[in-house]
């Protein structure tokens, strides 16, 4: 027994001298001018597990592939150029840096999904501070679960006319429980896209000026979107198919083409938006079998319809939110419904009931007539859009004067009992 366990002892203080012996052969190897090796390929090669590749400023035409896990950092940017083929930086091993690059054209396959940046089946990769530019999609999580995308911009390619030949700025598929924060996301199909991928946290991003959606989201729980800018997309973001989301202090502004939705929710179901801004939107919110979510502390302001509400969605819930100069307020396609604008004695404030005749005689902050947010002039105009040029004629004037004392297309439950008299300042 003495002899097997000095020879256990023997086999681990074996395997702990390897162990520093491979950490002390890490190493720190130069690319570029006056270094030992020219590209970075090169040098890759020469590489292994532990070593840190610093790259030097200057253009670098070459596909990389990163199997092994090392660190690659940019000195003063230096650009990695892939001449419109394949993947400029494809990335299979774990625990991979990759910092201070510039990216630029990628291949144009979108069959072959080329991308600036794509981790494949990889884990505790970090990809920061680096600019994407003239690629079809810009960086490509696939099936790898944990990692981080920080701080990085992507600007698609700017030959692509049709959202249809083009790519999304970040893509997540089925890689769950990773961190997206801080980048910057311009001119591709879709911004951010996510399918098959729970757990993941995205913050703190702009995505701007794509052609599709600012960020396209389905068959993925359990994500949380905190503080994102979409803006100037064709919708601010579609969410789909998913449930438990959490959506807090984003802004989803300026969506305004045909179908401009700040955000589209279908099939989404059990989830929170708190304290965002839905405004100067063609449609603030639109929903179609979404239901049980809440929304509570949201401003929606200057849309053309705050809500549309679909008949399919059911047991939704809306209060304390700020409901300001909206077209109109609510949309919906159904005189029943389970949604409600309150919970418990809490209703919203919406800037148009003081002239509905609204009314606080007794100074307690909340109206003492209920307000009623669908309008049969909402109705008509999202039915016939050519009614829109007479929105201040004076026949449509006397058309909601005329429902104001007898409505025709308010459902008696989507009322809110509890109108709040003063906004809650809430506007961003």
Same mark, same amino acid.
């Given at each position: 027994m003495?002899?097997?366990?000095i020879?256990?002892?023997?086999?681990?203080g074996?395997?702990?001298?390897?162990?520093?012996?491979v950490?002390?052969f890490a190493?720190?190897i130069?690319?570029?001018?006056?270094?030992?090796?020219s +590209?970075?390929t090169?040098?890759?090669n020469?590489?292994?597990?532990g070593?840190?590749i610093v790259?030097?400023?200057?253009v670098?035409?070459e596909?990389l /592939?990163i199997? !092994?896990?090392?660190r690659?950092i940019g000195?003063?940017?230096p650009?990695?150029?892939?001449?419109?083929?394949?993947?400029? $930086?494809?990335?299979e091993?774990?625990?991979?840096?990759?910092?201070?690059?510039k990216?630029?054209?990628?291949?144009?396959?979108?069959?072959?999904?080329?991308?600036?940046? !794509?981790?494949v089946?990889s884990?505790?990769?970090i990809?920061?501070?680096? &600019?994407?530019e003239?690629?079809?999609?810009g960086i490509?999580?696939? =099936?790898?679960?944990?990692?981080?995308i920080?701080?990085? #911009?992507?600007?698609?390619r700017?030959?692509?006319?049709?959202e249809?030949?083009?790519?999304n700025?970040?893509?997540?598929w089925?890689s769950?429980? @990773?961190?997206?924060?801080?980048?910057?996301?311009?001119k591709?199909r879709?911004?951010?896209?996510?399918?098959?991928a729970?757990?993941?946290?995205?913050?703190?991003n702009?995505?701007?000026?794509?052609?599709?959606y600012g960020l396209?989201?389905?068959?993925s729980?359990?994500?949380?979107?905190? %503080?994102n800018?979409?803006e *100037? @997309?064709?919708?601010?973001s579609a969410l789909?198919? +998913? #449930?438990?989301?959490?959506?807090?202090?984003?802004?989803?502004k300026?969506?305004?083409?045909?179908?401009?939705?700040?955000?589209?929710?279908?099939s989404?179901?059990?989830?929170?938006?708190?304290?965002?801004?839905?405004?100067?939107?063609?449609?603030g919110v639109?929903m179609?079998?979404a239901?049980?979510n809440?929304?509570?502390?949201?401003?929606?302001?200057?849309?053309?319809?705050?809500?549309?509400?679909?008949?399919?969605?059911?047991n939704?819930?809306?209060? =304390?939110?700020?409901? /300001?100069?909206?077209?109109?307020q609510?949309?919906?396609?159904?005189?029943r419904?389970? @949604? !409600?604008?309150?919970?418990d004695?809490?209703?919203?404030?919406?800037?148009d009931?003081?002239?509905?005749?609204?009314?606080?005689?007794?100074?307690?902050?909340?109206?003492d007539?209920?307000y009623?947010?669908v #309008?049969?002039?909402?109705?008509?105009? *999202?039915?016939?859009?050519?009614?829109?040029v007479?929105?201040e004629s004076?026949g449509l004037?006397?058309?909601?004067?005329?429902?104001r004392?007898?409505? $025709?297309?308010?459902?008696? %439950?989507?009322?809110d009992p509890?109108p709040?008299?003063n906004?809650?300042?809430l &506007? !961003?």
């Amino acid at each position: 027994m003495l002899n097997l366990s000095i020879k256990i002892e023997f086999v681990m203080g074996l395997i702990l001298l390897l162990s520093s012996q491979v950490n002390s052969f890490a190493r720190e190897i130069t690319v570029g001018n006056g270094a030992l090796y020219s +590209s970075i390929t090169e040098a890759l090669n020469n590489s292994i597990d532990g070593d840190t590749i610093v790259v030097r400023n200057g253009v670098y035409k070459e596909n990389l /592939v990163i199997n !092994k896990s090392l660190r690659l950092i940019g000195e003063n940017r230096p650009i990695i150029d892939a001449d419109h083929q394949g993947d400029v $930086v494809r990335i299979e091993a774990d625990n991979v840096l990759i910092k201070g690059f510039k990216i630029i054209r990628g291949g144009g396959n979108l069959l072959k999904e080329d991308s600036g940046i !794509k981790v494949v089946n990889s884990t505790g990769v970090i990809i920061e501070e680096n &600019e994407i530019e003239d690629v079809i999609i810009g960086i490509y999580l696939y =099936a790898s679960p944990g990692n981080m995308i920080r701080n990085n #911009k992507s600007y698609g390619r700017a030959d692509i006319t049709t959202e249809e030949a083009n790519g999304n700025g970040i893509h997540l598929w089925k890689s769950p429980n @990773n961190t997206i924060e801080e980048n910057y996301i311009v001119k591709h199909r879709d911004g951010i896209y996510v399918e098959f991928a729970p757990g993941n946290s995205i913050r703190k991003n702009h995505c701007q000026g794509n052609a599709r959606y600012g960020l396209h989201y389905m068959y993925s729980d359990n994500n949380t979107f905190e %503080e994102n800018i979409f803006e *100037k @997309n064709g919708t601010g973001s579609a969410l789909m198919y +998913s #449930k438990n989301i959490i959506l807090k202090k984003n802004t989803f502004k300026n969506n305004s083409g045909p179908n401009g939705f700040g955000m589209l929710l279908k099939s989404l179901n059990d989830s929170v938006a708190d304290d965002n801004l839905i405004a100067n939107n063609t449609v603030g919110v639109f929903m179609d079998d979404a239901n049980r979510n809440i929304f509570t502390k949201n401003v929606f302001s200057r849309n053309g319809w705050a809500l549309d509400l679909f008949s399919s969605s059911n047991n939704n819930t809306f209060y =304390a939110n700020d409901f /300001v100069n909206n077209t109109f307020q609510v949309m919906t396609d159904t005189d029943r419904t389970t @949604n !409600k604008f309150y919970s418990d004695s809490t209703g919203n404030f919406w800037s148009d009931y003081a002239g509905y005749n609204g009314y606080d005689l007794d100074r307690d902050g909340v109206g003492d007539i209920p307000y009623k947010p669908v #309008k049969l002039l909402s109705y008509l105009m *999202k039915r016939y859009p050519d009614l829109t040029v007479f929105l201040e004629s004076p026949g449509l004037k006397a058309l909601e004067f005329a429902e104001r004392v007898l409505p $025709v297309l308010n459902p008696v %439950e989507l009322e809110d009992p509890y109108p709040l008299m003063n906004s809650l300042g809430l &506007e !961003k």
